[in-house]
């Protein structure tokens, strides 16, 4: 019996001959290029997408000097990867806007400082960018960032000053606490406490500064008795709502900056016989899913945890398309969504 004559793997060739465009124009096309005409985008995705044609990766390299593929940096721990939803949701939108643009992502662990000395080889040689979820301050990860030229965009303000050649993506963290706190008072709490998150991470400490001029604007102490730290854990909400009570039994109010350490805060609470939000309203920030299903259902502000990822891909993919943009620094808005916490 003959052999089964195979179908030859689809060629750039193939493809551009079935689009009725020359190999350059596909190649183009293909590599994301912006400087070819509608029809010809058109024509040319959708023979290789009859063709089912795969570039070569390889070799796209060799000519591009780009491997395909983004590194996505949590610089963080195993256990607040694993248990905070929101690396989980910039993960998604970062993901989702790079496989649009046809770009592989892998994630990396850098919470110490030999995985970020490794992380930073490994970038060097191999990824084209950097997408980095930035937890406790690291100054020699920015910096070592910066020293090997890797295109890099941040999840939060960096605080780094001088010429500083980095990008962020940050969410109003300081207006979403004061927008918080603001709610609290509203609805007449005037022993208005909060759990902040390390002050040692941009978003921990802007969200503290939100709570202090709502308070401050409101003629309200904001004493050391008034304010506890926790990590954005729900167990160092739990132990922070404790050192709260213990210093102030009459509170009345609660912003906690994050939703994981509110739960916390409100489990306290209730084992302290007061309930939520008759003696003690409680609003957080973030807006996970567990938010809406809690008991009671958290009054909290909502960023918009993927919409941070997409953003932060696609300005990676615009400084690795032109790399001698100026750094963006972006800021998205944030909401309240009230439910019956407070």
């Known amino acids: 019996m003959a052999g089964r004559v195979q179908n030859p793997?689809?060629?750039l060739e193939m493809v551009a001959a079935a689009a009725g465009v020359s190999r350059g124009t596909a190649s183009r096309v293909l590599s994301g290029a912006t400087n070819v005409s509608p029809a010809a985008v058109e024509a040319v995705h959708k023979a290789a997408a009859e063709l089912r044609y795969r570039p070569n990766l390889s070799a796209r390299s060799l000519v591009t000097g780009r491997t395909g593929l983004v590194g996505l940096v949590v610089n963080e721990s195993n256990d607040h990867l694993f248990s905070d939803p929101y690396f989980a949701e910039v993960a998604r939108g970062a993901h989702d806007a790079l496989s649009e643009a046809d770009v592989a992502m892998v994630l990396t662990?850098?919470?110490d400082a030999r995985e970020r000395d490794r992380l930073i080889e490994l970038a060097a040689l191999r990824l084209d960018g950097l997408l980095v979820i930035h937890g406790h301050s690291d100054v020699e990860l920015v910096r070592g960032i910066e020293r090997m030229h890797i295109p890099a965009v941040f999840s939060g303000r960096v605080p780094i000053t001088g010429t500083s050649t980095v990008w962020y993506?940050?969410?109003?963290n300081r207006g979403g606490a004061r927008a918080a706190t603001e709610h609290l008072l509203?609805?007449?709490c005037r022993r208005v406490v909060t759990i902040t998150g390390p002050r040692d991470m941009a978003a921990g400490h802007?969200?503290?500064l939100g709570w202090l001029d709502a308070v401050t604007d409101a003629g309200l102490p904001s004493s050391?008795?008034?304010v506890a730290v926790g990590d954005f854990s729900t167990d160092s909400g739990r132990a922070a709502m404790t050192r709260l009570l213990a210093a102030m039994p009459d509170l009345d109010g609660v912003y906690v900056a994050n939703d994981l350490m509110a739960f916390g805060a409100i489990a306290v609470l209730a084992e302290h016989g007061r309930s939520v939000p008759g003696d003690v309203a409680v609003v957080g920030f973030d807006d996970v899913e567990a938010a809406r299903t809690s008991n009671p259902p958290l009054t909290t502000v909502s960023q918009p945890m993927a919409g941070i990822g997409r953003r932060m891909a696609e300005l990676l993919?615009?400084?690795?398309a032109d790399p001698e943009l100026d750094p963006v620094h972006e800021v998205l808005p944030t909401t309240l969504v009230v439910r019956d916490s407070a």
Do not use: C, N, S
């Not at 993919?317 to 690795?320: A, E, T």
């Open 206 to 208: 802007d969200r503290h």
């Open 186 to 188: 509203a609805r007449g």
């Open 9 to 11: 793997r689809p060629t």
């Open 169 to 172: 993506v940050d969410a109003d």
């Open 317 to 320: 993919l615009q400084q690795l």
């Open 109 to 111: 662990l850098a919470g």
């Open 224 to 226: 050391d008795d008034h």
